[in-house]
């Protein structure tokens, strides 16, 4: 059985193992659906190109003898960490790393282009990314390198590099397969466009251009997908990174090419499918202030409803088409009324099972799956319970 703790808007991070991939509350893993629209978002949109298709920049096999998209490795606490060398030393972290040699390294062994390696050290919760990953006999040779603690809030101080153009952790934004089948993404995602401006806003900390037009995006820029844009035509894998993309958006993270999602690659993924989301355009994004979350400049934090909604029972087991009351507690200063969905879709749907939306009972569909129950506060958008269902396939006696 799947396990959720009903809780609120910020209570349910993305996780690697049993860490949480940074707290709850970082920007990262904040919803940005209730932002007022920024005021460049319109040139931003025209610059980036507004006519040019979405990428899925991660899939299924191999392409140009590489991996598609950006891997990354899970270690133990034992891992044997390794020395680096940086070409940016000034602005890397010292090491030593605990990144595996034989790390999977973007776009492949022989690859001549970013090479990213990351890796996460899932007993201690800690992130390693390095850029231009080249393994040597018993160290690293890269052209830079980020130590982040995934409990911690702390940003790169101001001004440096990471393994990535805007000073950002890389993992955080990565679209993960396991995410899929779970449901859900709970954050934003990262992503590349052409040109960007020489300056950066909060939480980037680095620029890599020499363009002072405001014209051209800032490294840390978010955007998000308008909420008017209909993804119910879409399949049901890319109708959760749509969803995750109209709540938490996308962050501007590097140079390349436009609207190119960043995500890990897996045999799972069905790259035909993902090629679908081509179909859609920059001009279904615009850009949003997310500078108005921050708390402190220096940290990761960002402010969150005071409004938050628990589901009652937290989990549950429900036989195929059984039905399940559940219940919705509104703390706060807020209408008490929730609009309820499963997996995202309101009142659900048969793959997936049916829920009153405004009742919250639900039933299950005719197949054994996991879903994810959702009771959204009709007053705050951002504040969202939620619980685990379990749908099984009932045992069946034997007659005597």
Known sequence: ????????????????????????????????????????????????????????????????????????????????????????????????????????????????????????????????????????????????????????????????TSADAAGLPIFPGLVRYDEILAGEIRHAIRFTVPQTQRAYVWPARHYASSLTSTQYPPMGARFRLKASFDISKFSATNQIILRAMQKYGIMLADNGSAWYLSGAPDERWNNDDLHALGTITGASFEAVDATTLMIDVNSGQARQTSVSVSVTPSSATVATNQQQQFTAAVVGNADQSVVWDVNGVVGGNSAVGFIDSIKGVYTAPAVAVNVTVHAVSKAVN?????AAVSVVVPTKKRRR
């Open 1 to 160: 059985m799947l396990i959720a703790v009903a809780g609120c808007a910020f209570a349910q991070g993305p996780t690697v193992g049993t860490c949480a991939v940074f707290p709850a509350d970082n920007i990262w893993n904040t919803r940005v659906d209730q932002l007022p629209v920024h005021a460049s978002s319109s040139t931003w949109v025209s610059t980036i190109g507004a006519a040019k298709g979405l990428h899925a920049d991660f899939g299924a096999g191999l392409w140009n003898g590489g991996p598609i998209g950006i891997p990354f490795v899970t270690v133990p606490g034992t891992q044997t960490k390794y020395p680096a060398t940086f070409t940016y030393q000034s602005e890397s972290d010292a090491g030593p790393y605990a990144v595996p040699l034989n790390a999977p390294i973007e776009g492949g062994s022989a690859s001549t282009g970013d090479r990213h390696a990351l890796a996460i050290d899932t007993s201690n919760c800690i992130l390693y990314e390095l850029y231009a990953a080249y393994p040597q006999a018993a160290s690293w040779q890269a052209g830079s390198g980020a130590i982040y603690s995934l409990t911690s809030q702390a940003l790169r101080p101001m001004t440096w």
């Open 382 to 386: 951002s504040a969202v319970g939620s």
